[in-house]
């Protein structure tokens, strides 16, 4: 059946087309429409799928389930993969019985945020094959031979997507589900395979990886994934591609002969591996070319393997890529990149056409200011915490606040300037110790939000409770995964849950630590938050505030929305206060008055605490 889907479903789909049995991952772009897709479809017969806590529980439930000869799947982006892997390269090391992927997602260009990551290191450091798709075509197919290659070998295999392939749209030839095998599970007690306390049997297992790897390197060859088009000639020009950067080859010849370019003989080896190293491939480009562009996004991984390769058969080649200079190891590709990368190559000067038309990420990119959605709560949270330093005598730039990943991050943009850095996830809490213990004598804070908290920040809170920290801990707790795209989290209500979930109550969680000092306040209430901050901010060792209500969004999608503002323009003087302090998209400044758009507006009223002349007040019914 021919479909529609985005590279995320097409990971997932032929998962279902592969008979898988668990499917774990954790939220992140650009990989959350994997697992949120199959949420989508309601509960799937003989199938489980979840949101776990975090990449780490997820892959350890996955491999589990492939330790018990069942297919599995664990989905998360390249940050996930950080802290999946102290368990997954464990789990290599004892293997599979069940075919396991783990689907990670780069982000070349940041798209999404956080860093550059290229998690091929990873598959290069744990010996575990990584398959590369190119398109989402590509990558249905390749997801399927992942399981089958990884049952064959008893290894987890990678399938490595970027976001311009994850998040694109193509036709794909989709498959029936195939139900999940109706064996029972089976798993026999094997301690020399399946624990590590102990060099030889550690040693043992590192052997057997190694030797997985190598049949993996066969049987990648036997389906002939990568081919080397059309047979080198002798002096001409070769181009060694991988993964997505396949899809912009042949565009970017074009572009080069469209600029002049004299591109004659060419010989492309487009990869859908770099781990294992595909040494024959690329051997015959070098034996027949004196000049071999290399393109890669990110880092020279392949182009490292070249190198060796050329010196081990000890050929003079002319080597292009990033190591000369030549590209970038900053940023995603695109057509016109590669055609720059031929011209180059080529010992060609760049024509002015393509030189004019930069294609950076960086230099395209809108200039607008990322903020808080109307009526989110994280606004009212940060206008208390700004209001309280304020009472308390202090500037904005004399208190340190530590911020984290999601939303609540938002906090370091206008108006707000309140958060001054992020780390990873849950690193908010340990970051504020860091900084009292290096003597700082003002407060600091640390800001956090629920999904992120239950990730990753318990440990850090027992870790300042455990040493009597001084300062305060602000979780935000609006109910939901929301800057992923409102994923469920363990706080989120039983009844948005799968059946069978239950809600962990973060404030109980919190009590349990033994936090003497809690506050739990709704951060619509601007006053009693400010007085929730006021008082933390006088009082020793760990403070935490919750500042607790639903994420705006998730509130309208159930229609359930309060009687929106208005402005009264008789008693409105202009004075911008509302924009100033909340910076709510949904007050607009015209060029003589305020008004307060009501398709946008939520009704949480923050705007109208802030007025001093009580000029915006709920729109008549």
């Not at 901050?533 to 009082?539: G, I, V, W």
């Amino acid at each position: 059946m021919k479909k529609i889907v985005s590279g995320n479903e097409a990971v997932v789909l032929a998962a279902l087309a592969s008979g898988v049995k668990v499917v774990a991952g954790y939220p992140g772009t650009p990989s959350s429409e994997a697992i949120g897709s199959l949420m989508k479809m309601g509960k799937l017969e003989g199938t489980e799928v979840e949101w776990s806590t975090n990449e780490k529980v997820a892959v350890e439930i996955t491999g589990a389930a492939a330790w018990a000869g069942k297919r599995s799947l664990c989905t998360m982006k390249m940050s996930g993969l950080n802290v999946a892997y102290d368990s997954l390269i464990s789990i290599a090391y004892s293997g599979c019985k069940g075919g396991m992927v783990v689907y990670v997602c780069d982000d070349p260009g940041v798209s999404a945020g956080m860093c550059e990551q290229d998690t091929r290191g990873f598959a290069l450091m744990s010996d575990m094959p990584m398959l590369e798709p190119a398109s989402v075509a590509e990558t249905y197919e390749l997801t399927k031979f992942a399981f089958e290659l990884s049952e064959a070998i008893e290894t987890p295999v990678f399938v490595r997507s970027v976001t311009n392939v994850a998040q694109s749209h193509a036709v794909v030839d989709i498959e029936e589900r195939t139900l999940p095998s109706p064996e029972k599970a089976v798993w026999e007690k094997d301690i020399n395979r399946y624990a590590k306390a102990g060099a030889a049997m550690c040693m043992a297992q590192h052997r057997r990886l190694i030797d997985s790897l190598a049949k993996a390197s066969k049987i990648i060859a036997e389906r002939g994934l990568n081919k080397v088009e059309p047979a080198p000639e002798k002096g001409g020009l070769g181009i060694i591609s991988v993964g997505v950067v396949n899809g912009y080859l042949e565009e970017g010849l074009e572009l080069a002969r469209e600029a002049g370019c004299n591109v004659q003989e060419v010989s492309t080896l487009k990869l859908k591996t770099t781990v294992p190293f595909p040494a024959d491939e690329v051997r015959a480009i070098l034996r027949h070319c004196n000049t071999v562009l290399v393109l890669e996004e990110l880092e020279p991984y392949l182009e490292r393997g070249v190198y060796i390769e050329a010196y081990k058969l000890g050929v003079k080649v002319k080597i292009v890529g990033k190591l000369d200079g030549t590209l970038s190891r900053i940023g995603d590709y695109s057509a016109v990149q590669v055609a720059k990368g031929i011209c180059t190559a080529l010992g060609q000067e760049i024509p002015a056409n393509l030189l004019a038309d930069s294609d950076s990420a960086v230099e395209k990119a809108a200039a607008r200011p990322i903020t808080c959605c109307a009526g989110c709560p994280h606004r009212g949270t940060y206008m208390a915490i700004n209001q309280a330093l304020k009472n308390a005598g202090y500037k904005k730039d004399e208190v340190i606040v530590t911020g984290d990943i999601g939303c609540t991050i938002l906090g370091m943009n206008p108006p707000f300037n309140t958060v001054w850095m992020e780390i990873s996830m849950g690193a908010s809490i340990p970051s504020a110790q860091g900084f009292v213990y290096s003597g700082v004598e003002n407060p600091v804070i640390a800001t956090i939000g629920d999904s992120t908290f239950f990730h990753a920040g318990i440990s850090g809170l027992i870790n300042a409770i455990q040493h009597g920290v001084n300062l305060t801990v602000v979780i935000m707790d609006n109910g939901w995964t929301a800057m992923t795209g409102m994923q469920v989290n363990p706080g989120t209500g039983s009844e948005f849950q799968q059946p069978g979930c239950t809600q962990v109550d973060l404030v109980k969680v919190v009590e349990g630590l033994g936090v003497e000092n809690l506050f739990v306040v709704d951060p619509y209430n601007l006053e009693e938050t400010t007085k929730a901050f006021d008082k933390a901010l006088t009082l020793p060792g760990v403070k935490v505030v919750v500042t607790r209500r639903e994420c705006a969004i998730q509130a309208a999608r159930r229609k359930i929305k309060y009687a929106t503002m208005t402005v009264d323009q008789e008693k409105c003087n202009l004075c911008k206060l509302c924009i100033n302090i909340t910076g709510c998209p949904a007050i607009e400044l015209g060029e003589d008055s305020i008004n307060i758009d009501q398709a946008q507006c939520i009704g949480c009223g923050l705007c109208a605490e802030v007025c001093k002349r009580s000029a915006i007040v709920k729109e008549a019914k």
